[in-house]
């Protein structure tokens, strides 16, 4: 498959396809179809397809960040905390369910334990991200501190996204009660983007 955006100069690094493509498709189903077209249209054409139902986005191209995050932009501008939150959650559940059984499956069955993720959690980051560098530390049972450090891609809704997806990617794992909390991120001042995970293994 031709990896059409992969050579593009991206100062904010390069986001693969397969996530973005599921947020589009299911911002379009949820929220409004021509609000998304219209987005895609002012901001990516040159290398999306508004008129197509998955956008264009191919999952296996690499897009820059500064594409993704002002389609970001647009698409959530006027939402409250409490819709940015909704929106975040519903949004990670699709994909996850999407990815994890479908492109991503095999790497995920590799991983599909809280030690396991914790040791190989950069793995399924760098299939989403060429840049940052998540940290698990599991300072008692049932509880996970991931942190993302360096992250150059970092905009504040994909930065939801990923911590809301602690529920789908736990609840695969076989995980009860998941829960997550932001401890920290860098659209609120902080170094680095922190989310505290607790669960009940049964």
Not at 138 to 155: D, K, Y
Request: proline fraction near 4%; glycine fraction near 6%.
């Amino acid at each position: 498959m031709e990896q059409h955006t992969a050579s593009t100069v991206s100062d904010l690094g390069l986001i693969k396809g397969a996530a973005f493509r599921e947020f589009l498709v299911y911002y379009a189903r949820a929220v409004s179809l021509t609000r998304a077209r219209d987005v895609v249209a002012e901001t990516g054409r040159s290398v999306l397809s508004p008129e197509r139902p998955d956008f264009g986005v191919l999952q296996n191209a690499w897009y820059p960040a500064e594409l993704v995050n002002e389609i970001l932009d647009r698409l959530t501008d006027g939402f409250s905390e409490s819709e940015l939150e909704k929106l975040a959650q519903e949004t990670a559940n699709h994909v996850m369910r999407v990815t994890l059984r479908g492109i991503y499956k095999t790497m995920f069955t590799l991983i599909a334990t809280p030690e396991r993720y914790a040791r190989h959690v950069a793995k399924l980051w760098r299939v989403h991200y060429d840049n940052g560098e998540p940290a698990v530390v599991n300072p008692v049972p049932g509880e996970h501190h991931i942190t993302f450090m360096a992250w150059r891609s970092h905009h504040p809704f994909s930065c939801r996204l990923n911590m809301s997806a602690a529920l789908p990617i736990y609840g695969a794992m076989g995980c009860k009660d998941v829960r997550w909390r932001r401890a920290h991120c860098k659209s609120r001042g902080g170094a680095h983007c922190t989310c505290i995970v607790t669960w009940r293994a049964h």
